[in-house]
């Protein structure tokens, strides 16, 4: 009988065992995956505030016209945030 319970209780801490460490890597590659998914987000946003901004400097110097392409630019921009 002691056998026995020894046995049960070492298949228990094998079971256990093997459970914790499929946790531990299924939160790993969850967490790995997150944070490429957020690099990737970060580095399109930044390339879109890039093309803004060379896009807003190349209207500013238009002049007259330039004023006024600027401020519908700004006004697409505004619209464009408020739909994210």
Not at 22 to 36: A, C, M, Y
Not at 58 to 63: C, E, P
Not at 70 to 78: A, H, P, S, T
Request: net charge positive.
């Amino acid at each position: 009988m002691k056998k026995l319970s020894g046995n049960i209780e070492m298949k228990f801490r094998e079971a256990y065992e093997e459970f914790i460490l499929h946790f531990i890597n299924n939160i790993r590659v969850g967490l790995e995956e997150t944070l490429k998914k957020a690099i990737q987000t970060a580095k399109t946003r930044s390339r879109e505030e890039e093309e803004e901004e060379h896009y807003i400097e190349r209207v500013k110097q238009g002049g007259l016209f330039g004023s006024l392409k600027r401020n519908f630019l700004v006004f697409l921009m505004m619209m464009r945030a408020m739909m994210k």
